[in-house]
């Protein structure tokens, strides 16, 4: 079973800053099965990252991820008021198939 | 557009049982496998069960094995969760969202399961 592990537990940035968020996993996976979501209150979660590094429709180009075995990232490269959110990468397992999150990064407004 | 809409969540005692269902529109449902996730106060997200396109198998979260089922209506393009032997650590929002590869591309608003005496 793969575990993902996320820091900074916490990440408090201004507005126009940089964000790098990271995601760590138990053992080497696949980039192809490596995503990332945001999650604001109340809304329903979107993804914004899959496998690894390509953008979902409609996501911002100031939104990209990157890496490769255990460890993986994701860049906001300049904070948007609406980017203050929380942030989980997911991993899919095929055999047996599982799906895992992340504990998350929460991104706020210093 | 797609859209993915929850119901079905409230009170129940534990041990007690809920079926949470999702009503999927805006893409063919038929085609795609389908989630269940949920978050509980405070916590993170938490995978819980996948289905396949076809319902022909499914998957569940070690935490929920047992005790959940996941069905599906092609015809009414509807997934169900169908929660027993409710416990106080099931207490969250529940999401479906729609499988797409190795990620969950589209997610409903959720339904609020509160799981106390």
């Known amino acids: 079973e793969v575990v993902l592990t996320q820091s900074p537990g916490t990440l408090s940035l201004s507005p126009g800053e940089r964000a790098t968020l990271s995601c760590r996993a138990s053992q080497s996976v696949s980039t192809s099965n490596v995503a990332w979501y945001q999650h604001k209150p109340g809304q329903a979660p979107r993804l914004l990252i899959y496998s690894t590094s390509s953008r979902a429709t409609g996501i911002p180009d100031r939104f990209s991820g990157s890496g490769s075995g255990t460890d993986f990232t994701l860049t906001i490269s300049r904070l948007d008021p609406e980017d203050f959110a929380v942030y989980y990468c997911?991993?899919?397992?095929?055999?047996?198939?599982?799906?895992?999150f992340g504990p998350g990064t929460k991104v706020d407004i210093k | 557009q797609v859209q993915l809409v929850e119901s079905g969540g409230g009170v129940v005692q534990p041990g007690g049982s809920l079926r949470l269902s999702c009503a999927a529109s805006g893409f063919t449902f038929s085609r795609f496998g389908m989630h269940w996730v949920r978050q509980a106060p405070g916590k993170g997200l938490e995978w819980v069960a996948f289905i396949r396109y076809d319902g022909s198998y499914s998957y569940y979260a070690d935490s929920v094995k047992g005790r959940f089922t996941l069905s599906r209506d092609n015809s009414k393009n509807t997934l169900y969760l169908q929660m027993n032997s409710l416990r106080p650590e099931d207490t969250a929002f529940y999401y479906c969202?729609?499988?797409?590869?190795?990620?969950?591309?589209?997610w409903g608003q959720g339904t609020l399961v509160t799981v106390t005496s």
């Open positions: 997911q991993h899919y397992d095929t055999s047996p198939p599982e799906f895992t």
């Open positions: 969202a729609r499988a797409y590869g190795a990620e969950l591309d589209q």
